[in-house]
């Protein structure tokens, strides 16, 4: 255990001896004069003997008070040498946290434009459900889904959540053969559904006007994110309830097909959650002006096909 006098006294100390002048470390430190006189009072009588000899206009330092004040100082040097570069640690890397969902259909394919703009930058992304705790340092920022009703937090809305059920080309093709028509909603019920037990179903089939009883499904693929159930629909494993936006690639490229326009909501978005104290930290601000931009580009005319070509 180590026996020091309070540190608050110390670094007091540290600055009226630098200055020989009570008046120039309080202005230092912003505090009074009369803070300053007390702190030193207080270490003189920790150790014992005067530290300083008071004259006007000057305090001159007692011979231990001249022992005292190198090693002192080269201590705090020390201790804000320690803390820069933390603080430089810090400004140079950005950490965002955000849904398993949203980074691995979204972000990472887009987050390459934000590090060519900022090299200077490097960006850590931390996937998880789960909440964050902002101020304690867990991430600078956060991407979730949900109502946008976080206490204390800044949120910025990105995009509405919305859903329909897609598929692979291949899936969609095969059916349509063996129906001899195209694919419709109320087919949906007796085909292979990827989390068939999900609400998300029963309120798109309820928005559609075709009756659906989830708790019937008992088997079939039951996956832990959307990320996951989009790849499983591109596999040919079955419809998936996608967020058209997030698999805007997908469906441009072909891997995905949207075989019906209707889309539903259970009334989640996605939104940016910051701080409200945090907000023009640099490194915060910069990524923050470039999602939002991305968003804005992204939401033009959707890329998807309604049916394989």
């Keep these: 255990m180590r026996r020091l006098p309070p540190l608050a006294a110390i670094r007091v100390f540290e600055a009226a001896a630098r200055h020989e002048n009570f008046t120039l470390a309080a202005g230092e430190l912003g505090m009074t004069q009369a803070a300053v006189s007390y702190q030193v009072k207080a270490l003189e009588d920790r150790v014992g003997a005067p530290l300083f000899v008071r004259e ?64 200077d930058l490097a ?32 949120c910025e ?12 080309p291949d899936c969609l093709r095969q059916l349509e053969r063996e129906y001899g028509r195209n694919v419709r909603p109320s087919d949906l019920p007796d085909l292979t559904l990827i989390g068939a037990q999900d609400e998300w179903w029963t309120i798109w089939f309820k928005d ?14 039951r996956l832990d994110n959307q990320a996951n159930e989009g790849h499983a629909a591109m596999a040919g494993q079955g419809f998936a309830l996608l967020t058209p936006f997030l698999w805007r690639g997908d469906l441009a490229n072909g891997r995905l097909v949207q075989p019906f326009e209707q889309t539903s909501t259970a009334g989640y978005a996605y939104w940016l959650v910051t701080p409200p104290e945090r907000l023009n930290v640099p490194k915060i601000k910069r990524f923050r002006e470039w999602l939002l931009r991305e968003m804005r580009s992204s939401a033009g005319p959707p890329a998807q096909q309604l049916r394989p070509s």
């Design 56 to 119: 006007k206009g000057r305090a001159r330092l007692t011979p231990l008070g001249q022992r005292l004040l190198p090693s002192l100082t080269q201590a705090f040097d020390t201790m804000e040498a320690a803390f820069a570069i933390t603080r430089q640690e810090d400004e140079a890397t950005l950490t965002v946290t955000t849904t398993y969902t949203f980074a691995n259909t979204w972000l990472v394919w887009t987050l390459g434009s934000f590090q060519m703009q900022h090299s």
């Design 123 to 154: 960006v850590r992304l931390e996937t998880s459900n789960g909440l964050a705790d902002l101020r304690g340092g867990d991430a600078d920022l956060a991407i979730r889904a949900g109502d946008g009703r976080w206490e204390g937090l800044h």
């Design 157 to 168: 809305l990105l995009m509405r959540s919305d859903f329909t059920p897609m598929c692979s």
């Design 208 to 221: 559609a006007g075709v009756p659906y009883d989830n708790s019937r499904r008992r088997g079939g693929i």
